[in-house]
């Protein structure tokens, strides 16, 4: 596949609650069963729930010496939440990195406590396109929410990571690992986020000329 190169790195970024543990450990499971080698690490933040959440998914033909990506060496960066983004590509990026991101904010406790003021959204974007080779903006959680339920926004952002093409991911790999991984009354709805998030991305790329 044209722009695959291996090892990939890819980081899942978001805050605790949002579930990309879950999409970092299914995305690793297709990767194994096309033939590759995908190892997984974690890194919490303070608080579970709430917290930052990033998840490191390294595919490789061969097993990486390490499960953590290092700083600077970031192929794509998935984020469920924007300025969980934008931290993550300071310190993973690089002028070659693409980055997908949630569009919705999820405020910190010191935000909501009247602490600290969450940056502009807009200057959060511009930033993201900047520091990326190419930007993806998906208003994933509003999706989530039209469906009816804001834990699809992690299964949205698997859709839209389908649709950027930037790797040999299918919707079909993730039919067969749902199947696999998902109780037969989610399985439905899932996909159908999935397929929310091909067609989102379809409508939101942003690229360097």
């Known amino acids: 596949m044209s722009g695959f190169k291996l090892p990939y790195n890819l980081i899942i970024a978001g805050v605790g609650g949002q579930g990309n543990v879950l ?6 499971r297709v990767f194994i069963r096309k033939g590759f080698t995908a190892v997984v690490g974690e890194t ?3 608080s579970q729930r709430g917290g930052s959440v990033m998840s490191h998914v390294r ?10 990506i290092p700083k600077g060496h970031g192929d794509l960066i998935l984020g469920l939440e924007p300025m969980e983004s934008l931290r993550i590509l300071r310190d993973f990026g690089n002028p ?4 997908l991101t949630n569009t919705r904010p999820v405020e910190p406790i010191d935000v909501i406590s009247g602490n600290l003021a969450y940056p502009d959204l807009p200057a959060i974007m511009r930033a993201i396109e900047t520091l990326s080779n190419q930007a993806w903006f998906v208003p994933a959680s509003k999706l989530a929410l039209e469906m009816g339920n804001s834990l699809f926004t992690n299964m ?3 859709g839209a990571l389908i649709g950027a093409g930037k790797l040999p991911l299918t919707e079909q790999n993730f039919v067969d ?3 696999q991984y998902m109780p037969d009354k989610t399985f439905e709805d899932n996909l159908a986020a999935i397929r929310k998030g091909i067609a989102a991305i379809e409508k939101t790329s942003v690229e360097k000329r």
């Open 23 to 28: 999409i970092s450990q299914l995305i690793a």
């Open 44 to 46: 919490y933040g303070v």
């Open 59 to 68: 595919i490789s033909r061969e097993r990486v010496s390490a499960p953590i």
């Open 96 to 99: 070659g990195i693409f980055t």
């Open 156 to 158: 949205i952002m698997v």
């Open 177 to 179: 690992i749902l199947h």
